[in-house]
């Protein structure tokens, strides 16, 4: 059994910083591929960043230049530091990985609140 665990979240004023963490564990046996999606109340969900077994991470436009990737192989752990933070970045964030080789990110956490005030 596989579980995807986020921490990190909490509410921080405009222009503030938070990291969030994603710890896979269980029995994965393979390198992974994770990323962070978000869902504001009323929006769909979508796609943050991603950190990948093989190539360089990848943001979406609206983070590029505040949020940053990082990942801890050992630990299948990764890291999202979050600066320079707006009130649109307010939702709920989560964590999705899947080994390399497969086409789906299978392997989902329950997320963690992120709340940025003006």
């Known amino acids: 059994q596989v579980q995807v665990v986020e921490s990190g979240g909490g509410s921080v004023q405009a222009g503030g910083s938070l990291k969030l963490s994603c710890v896979v564990s269980?029995?994965?046996?393979?390198?992974?591929?994770m990323r962070w999606y978000r869902q504001a109340p009323g929006k769909e969900r979508e796609f943050v960043s991603g950190?990948?077994?093989?190539?360089?991470?990848s943001y979406a436009d609206f983070v590029k230049g505040r949020f940053y990737i990082s990942r801890d192989n050992a630990k299948n752990t990764n890291y999202l530091q979050m600066n320079g933070l707006k009130p649109e970045d307010t939702a709920m964030y989560y964590c999705?990985?899947?080994?390399?080789?497969?086409?789906?990110?299978?392997?989902r956490g329950q997320g963690t609140q992120v709340t940025v005030s003006s």
């Open positions: 999705a990985a899947k080994c390399s080789w497969a086409s789906s990110y299978d392997y």
């Open positions: 269980g029995n994965t046996h393979c390198t992974l591929d």
């Open positions: 950190s990948y077994a093989l190539g360089s991470p």
